[in-house]
Structure formats: structure tokens, C-alpha cells
């Protein structure tokens, strides 16, 4: 699976204008063929307040057949005009990832992701940790999955990606999980691997 990211930073005051435009580029993205859309807020943890715009594909021929609907779709260049006649975010990517690791489940809702930077020799190391990992968390309704970069500004970074139901779910696992002597180790043999140095929760928003 791959998936693309857009950021919607907003202009202060402008926030619904911002989140409207981002459902109508969601609405237009889907209808040129994305596997499925969402849209979440940052809550808490890097980038807290922005919006993120995620579409999904099958494969690396979808996105790119995606992308050129969009580039073709008159609805999306007008939505891009509006955005520089009245700008009210300040918006990045879109970036483009792939699964490295595990399976994403299309009924989560929130999610806490924490971004390290991996030298690409140790990616398949990483990936073998998400066997352990999923095993330490059953029973938890607590799913992972791991994501590289394809199409990024930076290229060096590994998104682990915790998603539940909903956040308190989240946060249950993260106490009756997260916090054993068990989980601990499994973080001390990741940053052998890598450096975290961002991390962020975010939920789905209609």
C-alpha cells in the first residue's frame, strides 16, 4: 500500500475556510480514483493544530495515475486558485510513502506516530521487530505499521504508526502496553536502529 500526505497549516482566523477547502480537495482526490481518503488534526506533539490529508493506493502505477486525474481535473486547479487569490493555510506535499511493515486498518481513527531517522541498511531490521510488537499488543485493539518515504523532502525517516478505534482506546493501550518492561526493551533495541526525534497524535476528523 502507499499513501500521500498533504499539510494544511492554518492562517490564524481562517481555520474553517481551511479545513473546508481540505474536504473539498478530499472529495476531488477520491473522485480521481484514490483507494480511499481521510483527514485528520494534529491534537498534540509535532505539528499540533495542523490538518493532514492522506490518500491511498494500491500501488505505486495507481498513485501516479491518480495524480495525473488531478493534474487534468478542473475543480482541482480551481481549488487551487482560490488558495492564492485567498490563502488560509499554509499548505505542504504532497509527500509519498509506502508500507514497510504491517497492515493499515481502515476502521482506526486516531493514531500516535513517532518518526525516526533510519539509515536505510536497518529498515528490514526495523521490520522484523513488527511481528513482537504486534504479538505484545493483541488483545489491545491496538494496530501498527511501519511507512518509508518514496516522494519526501527528507528520505532518511521510518514512521511507526500506533492506531486504535478511537483515543482513549489508544491511550489504554499505551498504558497497559507501552509502558511494560517488556515494550520498554523492544524501544531500547529500535534506537539502536535509529534516532526518534518526532512524535504526534492526531484523530480523524469528518
Known sequence: MFASRRISTPIVGKREMALSRMRTAAGIISRCGATSVEITQV??????GTFHLYAYFQSMEHSMEVSNNLMNDIAFAKLAEERELTPSAHVTGPELARVLAGEANPNDTAAMVRE???????????????PGIKEMLKGHNVNITMWVPVIAEDMKRLLVVYSAPDMKTLGRGTDEVGMTEKFQKMLVEASKLGTLDRAFGMVEIN
Do not use: C
Open 43 to 48: 491534537l498534540g506533539g509535532y505539528g499540533a
Open 116 to 130: 525516526y531517522v533510519v539509515p536505510r541498511e536497518n529498515l528490514s531490521k526495523a521490520a522484523d521487530m513488527v
